[in-house]
């Protein structure tokens, strides 16, 4: 029931949206009609993503205070519980708005992967497409008359990789070492360790699987491209402070 559910509801939708765009661009380039599809989810999904990431900064924001709560009622976490979440209440904090908003998106995600990776693009599924959807005229596998969509790009892949890299960069940020004479709890040192990792491994792993085929790596392009004007909005839009700071 729930393959089927994700199948009529989020893949099919998802398919047709890549044939009309295909047949409505001048040389049916599927390679920009991948970039279009993207973009469109990329915005319908926007206000969870934005939601999240103000969330992430507010809690960064409120790590000194959450860290001077541990240290003060160490020996009593059942207060310990109730100042932290009085500081998440006063800075506004939703602490898992964050994890709702990808447990959202994930199907999404991944019903736009399985497109561009299952369905051949130089084809089309009569099967799938709508009886309202004109079926393509032409159909081009070369983005821009220069890059393969259908199959492996290294330029592209490449790209992708860097364009994730850079992502990561200025998302994830890495938490500063302990002190010089303090020893880092071992929640600290896997945050670390986790945040120096993300930013390393994770663009080799999106490079790999963008040379799958250049439509997967010109979706992970285009989505790092919106993820990083989505950061510089925050950056320019987003003040983070508490609305009433809690005394410890």
Known sequence: ?????????????????????????????????VIIVTIIVKVVTAPLSISAAK???????????????KEKYKDD???????????????GIKPFSSIFAVILQLPIIIALYLVFRHEHLLTVNLALVYPFVALPVTISPL?????????????LAIIAAASQFLQARLTIPVPPKAAKGSTPSSS????????????????????????????????FITSSVVALLQEFYLRRTT??????????
């Open 188 to 219: 600290e040192e896997f945050a670390r360790a986790l945040a120096i990792q993300s930013r390393l491994v994770l663009p080799i792993l999106i490079g790999v699987f963008a040379y799958t085929t250049g439509a997967i790596a010109l979706y």
């Open 55 to 69: 969330t992430q900064r507010r809690m960064k924001h409120a790590e000194p205070q959450m860290k001077a709560i």
């Open 1 to 33: 029931m729930i393959s089927s559910l994700f199948h009529s509801v989020l893949y099919v939708p998802i398919y047709n949206l890549l044939i009309f765009f295909t047949g409505i661009i001048p040389g049916g380039d599927v390679g920009i009609a």
């Open 77 to 91: 976490k059942q207060k310990q519980a109730t100042e932290t979440m009085a500081l998440y209440k006063n800075n």
């Open 143 to 155: 983005f821009l008359h220069i890059f393969a969509t259908t199959g492996h790009s290294i330029t």
């Open 239 to 248: 003040h983070v402070h508490a609305t009433e700071p809690i005394v410890i």
